[in-house]
């Protein structure tokens, strides 16, 4: 069905562009470990996100696991429900037990008047979500943080590219996690990238991708390998040229929706943060069936006959998936049960076209 229309769409460069660019690796056959392509967009991104140390990982759930388990973490971690299932897993597989802190009904993010009631002697850490680009209270976390000598790592999957104050979303907490996912903002295929700024820690996460091979006939440590490839890191360099244009074309999408979606009854949309730089990454949409009328399975339901394809992002939240039957309670988190059996992320990517937007906006409000 040619006018089928997805919830996202993945940026890709010109093909001739990316030929261009891995042509080198024919002539030097080095596909892999830290070669050219890896360092330039290493050294690229240092720059474009105003950060100031990356490492490369071969995805964004091996960024925030590796960065976990460099931590040397210990008991409990608290974090967020309403997210990937990567975050929660990252906490769980480096055997430690996650905390599920509510989140605030307005940007989505950790409830900060809840978090402070969670911290007792096992606590070490913190592990918030800017869920859809919403920048979490980071003055606040660093502050609690701070007084109780606890690690923040942001999962920072859905910012790429977003400044807070001027100062990129990276640079906050001991570390920030990205993922260059396909569907993501900015994307190499698969890809995932921590930042930080304590080179010691830095060290660490390189030992843990890379085997903790730190020389010809040296091994350090005991690692894994999830080392970002020279044909994803290539990528990287090609989508990175056309970043800003590609946060344009989003705004203009996100902008459209709101023309149609703001200052309904029953309609709540993201907040614009003045303090933040936006990435427009998605565009979630919560009803409220009592005043709206349609519940979003029902509006769902209703896009998808017409051939427009939703996400329930994110249900169902994380503390009670399958796997984890019957350890956590997910009254606990009021606020992000009654969200996510409310939210819609309606399609968001650079080419969706203004029509599109003004149909689903359509079949939203008027059938
Ligand atoms: C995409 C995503 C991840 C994981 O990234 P991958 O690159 O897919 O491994 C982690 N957290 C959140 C919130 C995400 O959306």
Redesign the pocket.
């Given at each position: 069905m040619s006018n089928r229309i997805l919830v996202t769409r993945s940026s890709m460069p010109e093909l001739d562009e990316y030929i261009d660019e891995i042509k080198e690796l024919w002539d030097s056959h080095w596909l892999t470990n830290m070669g050219i392509k890896h360092k330039e967009l290493q050294k690229k991104l240092v720059e474009y996100l105003g950060v100031e140390h990356i490492d490369l990982l071969t995805?964004?759930?091996m960024a925030?696991e590796l960065t976990l388990q460099a931590m040397n973490l210990s008991g409990e971690v608290i974090t967020t429900p309403f997210?990937?299932a990567?975050?929660t897993h990252a906490i769980v597989r480096n055997g430690l037990k996650p905390v599920f802190c509510d989140i605030n009904p307005i940007d989505f993010t950790m409830d900060l008047k809840k978090l402070e009631s969670l911290i007792n002697d096992k606590t070490t850490a913190i592990v918030p979500?800017h869920v859809y680009g919403n920048i979490c209270n980071i003055e606040e976390i660093q502050r609690i943080a701070n007084k109780y000598e606890l690690k923040v790592i942001y999962?920072a999957?859905?910012t790429f590219g977003e400044t807070y104050k001027g100062k990129g979303i990276g640079s906050f907490g001991d570390a920030s996690c990205f993922?260059?996912?396909a569907t993501?903002v900015f994307n190499t295929i698969?890809g995932?990238a921590v930042c930080y700024s304590n080179p010691e820690l830095g060290e660490r996460i390189y030992n843990l991708k890379n085997f903790g091979i730190r020389g010809a006939e040296i091994v350090e440590s005991v690692g894994a390998n999830a080392k970002m490839n020279e044909f994803q890191a290539a990528m990287g360099i090609c989508n990175l040229r056309h970043i800003e244009e590609e946060i344009q074309k989003r705004k203009k999408v996100s902008d459209r929706y709101r023309k149609h979606l703001s200052n309904i009854e029953g309609i709540q949309l993201n907040p614009i943060n003045e303090d933040v730089q936006s990435n427009y990454a998605y565009f979630p949409v919560i009803f409220d069936e009592k005043v709206f009328g349609f519940s979003r399975n029902e509006i769902a339901e209703r896009l998808e006959k017409n051939g427009i394809f939703t996400r329930k992002y994110f249900y169902p939240l994380t503390n009670t998936f399958d796997c984890f039957h019957g350890q956590y309670d997910v009254n606990e988190t009021p606020v992000a049960l009654y969200i996510s059996k409310r939210v819609l992320t309606l399609p968001m990517y650079a080419d969706l076209s203004l029509e599109n937007v003004d149909r689903i906006c359509d079949i939203i409000l008027n059938e």
């Open positions: 995805n964004g759930h925030l997210t990937f990567s975050t979500v999962d999957a859905h993922s260059f996912h993501k698969e995932g």
